[in-house]
């Protein structure tokens, strides 16, 4: 078989080549993911001015903005000041594209690549934000609650068999506020007996998620996130990082665990049926 110019356009060279161009934009999304993360605690507009550097002031100009590309040429510093730039820039950007590119091999271009995609920005700047300021925006919650409702009437993975008898969009969004009651009603309970152990910014994160996942899927979303904070506790606390007292921010494992749920919910699922139901 000699090669021909159809080669290329086989089905696994057409995913490689659009999994690497969502990567390149999964990056340009990282970057507005940086600016999300500075200036939303700072309670400054997302959109206005543009990018400046937070030491000198100085406008930085687009071939200096470049995701990743830019920090390596110059080397982590600023180019008029020469002050250090924060680790942070690339990292999430690779988080960033990396994500979207995972996503795309999951669900390729159908409505879940875009919903979660949308999720994972956001769940993205949630973690960076709650590491630094130990805080969870309540816009990017409440922001999540509504996107969630919104798309619930296209969501087809939501659905509750003791209410078959509900036109499918009804159920749907049934199904979408049952997982809000889910998520955010087992924090509430856990913050509750535990006297503030749970904040109420994870509260409204998981009530957020919750909308998305539906019940079964949040369920697992919280195993996954308290056995990811009980092995990085317990490692914080034998490593002498973190004393028994001292705050550990909970927003990054619903974050991490709801991104497991999102790519790996077939495997999860499929594992709960052979293990726990009998
Ligand atoms: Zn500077």
């Not at 309970?189 to 503030?196: D, L, T």
Request: proline content about 5%; overall charge positive; hydrophobic content about 50%.
């Amino acid at each position: 078989m000699g090669f021909t110019p159809t080669h290329l356009f086989q089905k696994e060279n057409v995913i490689i080549v659009e999994a690497v161009i969502v990567f390149l934009f999964g990056l340009l999304f990282g970057s507005f993911a940086n600016v999300c993360i500075y200036r939303l605690p700072r309670n400054e507009s997302i959109v206005f001015p543009a990018s400046h550097c937070p030491a000198c002031n100085n406008l930085i100009p687009w071939y200096d903005n470049i995701p990743v590309l830019s920090f390596m040429l110059l080397r982590g510093k600023c180019r008029s000041c020469k002050q250090s730039i924060s680790w942070r820039y690339p990292v999430v950007e690779l988080i960033t594209g990396i994500l979207f590119s995972a996503l795309y091999l999951k669900y390729y271009f159908t409505f879940y690549f875009w919903l979660y995609a949308l999720v994972s920005l956001a769940l993205v700047v949630i973690t960076f934000v709650d590491l630094q300021e130990q805080i969870i925006p309540d816009e990017l919650s409440y922001g999540l609650m509504v996107a969630g409702t919104v798309f619930s009437f296209f969501n087809n993975d939501l659905y509750l068999q003791i209410i078959f008898y509900f036109p499918p969009v009804l159920n749907r969004l049934v199904a979408s506020y049952v997982g809000l009651l889910v998520g955010g009603g087992i924090l509430y309970f856990i913050a509750w007996i535990s006297r503030g152990g749970m904040g109420g910014g994870d509260i409204k994160l998981a009530a957020g998620l919750g909308t998305f996942l539906g019940w079964e899927n949040t369920l697992m979303m919280l195993g996954i996130s308290f056995l990811f904070g009980g092995v990085v506790g317990v490692v914080l606390l034998l490593s002498g990082k973190k004393k028994r007292k001292d705050p550990i921010p909970f927003g990054p494992f619903i974050a991490a665990a709801t991104i497991v749920v999102i790519l790996f919910n077939d495997q999860l699922s499929s594992l709960v049926m052979k293990y726990f139901i009998f």
